[in-house]
């Protein structure tokens, strides 16, 4: 799962924020979904109202329809393009969304024989009210603002309360902040969560390794709130003196949301200051974030060291994860298993290549239980290769491990436990490698 700027403590502090406005959201299959593959996008629309499922699947091999029926966040249902009439099983898990398309046999029954599996990712839901433009404008100058004035000095820790007037000192990023009048703040997972009790709050998230460009490309994607709704860049990134600056927001059906993101550089550390309300505060907000970031200052870190040897330890290395679920079954199917394997390979070059699989078992179930036997079947599909440049970074109290493909974009995951401590190998995204050594591939 990408992290990024969207690290779970960075959702956390979001869905607190979220929580005091007082959003809700709608869950079921509704949405739109994605699916990236050797090059090639698949989109998939759906509508889930009432049990009735409809919506579209587009791609290279062209428009498809698709109408089903649903039961909780499982469906069935045939997908036709006005010729073809194809097979479609449907059961979301998180995020994510799994697909198993099949063509019908002679007796209009799906032929387990030609099952594929698609697993699709849940878009973020975009902001539909002032939608950024094909190229859109760099963001509004944040206005002048002095540095909150510091009363006291704490170091910072997790789980610490700051009051008003407390200059905060993360000694290893060699970062400082101010907490402004009239905020209170408290340290969590590695970044600093401030509110007002008015519906107004940030967050600040301590860096250090990262260049302007990964700092800039992490700024540049949403900050997931949930895994359908984020708020989403409406401007592009401005830069000046030694700051980024990124407006966001997301609309809901309970209101909008906005959101001003300033990362402030210093020579190898930073910080990334992210302020939040509802857009009636647009003015605060920005009051709020320009404040924050004036009193951001650097001293000197003590992280080069650990970066340079988790930077060595990686290099040459090839990192494993193997997966494997089973599901008891539902209404459309009976107990079934699916099993997955991503390996990447970095190079100490800064060169990296990844492939992944998946395999999948089930069994449908005969409506009623009467007819035709209930039907087996598996069901495969690659990710492909692919490759790019790899860098790691410290964000808050994790390495990152960004991945920069060579047909663009950025993803990133928290990597830990490099030392294999407990004779555990390291994990990546919170989960223990199954396999992790030199690699063959580098040259």
């Known amino acids: 799962m990408p992290f990024g700027f969207t690290l779970e403590h960075m959702r956390i502090g979001v869905v607190l924020l979220w929580m005091l406005c007082s959003f809700a959201l709608a869950q079921g299959l509704s949405g739109e979904y994605a699916l990236n593959a050797d090059g090639q996008t698949m989109r998939l629309q759906l509508r889930d109202a009432g049990g009735q499922l ?13 109408q089903g029926r649903s039961s909780g966040l499982e469906a069935e249902a045939i997908l036709s393009d006005g010729q073809e009439r194809l097979y479609v099983y449907l059961k979301r898990e998180g995020a994510q969304l799994r697909v198993i398309v099949m063509e019908f046999d002679a007796n209009d029954q799906p032929d387990q024989s030609t099952a594929q599996e698609y697993v699709f990712t849940a878009q973020i839901q975009a902001s539909t009210a002032n939608p950024p433009a094909t190229k859109p404008n760099p963001a509004p100058a944040l206005p002048s603002a002095t540095a909150p004035r510091a009363t006291r000095t704490a170091e910072w820790r997790n789980g610490a309360k700051f009051a008003p007037g407390t200059r905060v000192t993360a000694k290893a990023h060699g970062v400082a902040f101010v907490v402004p009048a009239g905020f209170n703040a408290q340290a969590q997972s590695g970044a600093a969560i401030l509110g007002n009790g008015k519906g107004i709050g940030a967050l600040i998230l301590p860096f250090y390794g990262a260049s302007s460009t990964d700092v800039a490309a992490l700024m540049s994607r949403p900050l997931e709130v949930t895994g359908d709704v984020a708020l989403k860049p409406v ?85 494993n994860i193997f997966s494997y679920s089973s599901l008891p079954g539902g209404t459309y199917t009976g107990a079934s298993d699916r099993s997955s394997s991503r390996t990447w390979n970095l190079c100490s070059d800064g060169r990296y290549t990844y492939q992944g699989s998946t395999e999948g078992r089930y069994t449908l179930l005969t409506p009623g239980g009467a007819g035709a036997p209930d039907r087996t079947g598996v069901a495969s599909g690659s990710n492909g290769a692919s ?18 493909p060579a047909d663009g974009g950025v993803d990133d995951y928290a990597v830990t ?23 063959s591939v580098c040259r």
């Open 387 to 404: 490759g790019g440049r790899w860098r790691l970074i410290v964000v808050g109290e994790q390495f990152l491990l960004l991945l920069y």
């Open 235 to 319: 401007s592009a990134i401005t830069s000046g003196r030694n700051r980024l600056t990124l407006r966001y927001a997301a609309d809901t059906p309970r209101g909008r949301v906005i959101a001003v993101g300033v990362a402030v550089l210093g020579q190898n550390s930073g910080a990334a200051v992210f302020a939040f309300s509802d857009g009636t505060q647009g003015k605060a907000v920005d009051s709020l974030a320009a404040s924050l970031a004036a009193g951001v200052t650097f001293s000197a870190s003590t992280l080069a060291t650990p970066l340079q040897q988790a930077r060595a330890a990686l290099g040459g290395k090839y990192l």
């Open 417 to 439: 436990n490099l030392e294999r401590r407990g004779g555990k190998l390291p994990f990546v995204d919170g989960q223990e490698l199954s396999s992790f050594g030199q690699n």
């Open 54 to 66: 409809t919506g579209t699947l587009s791609g290279s091999s062209g428009t498809f329809q698709l």
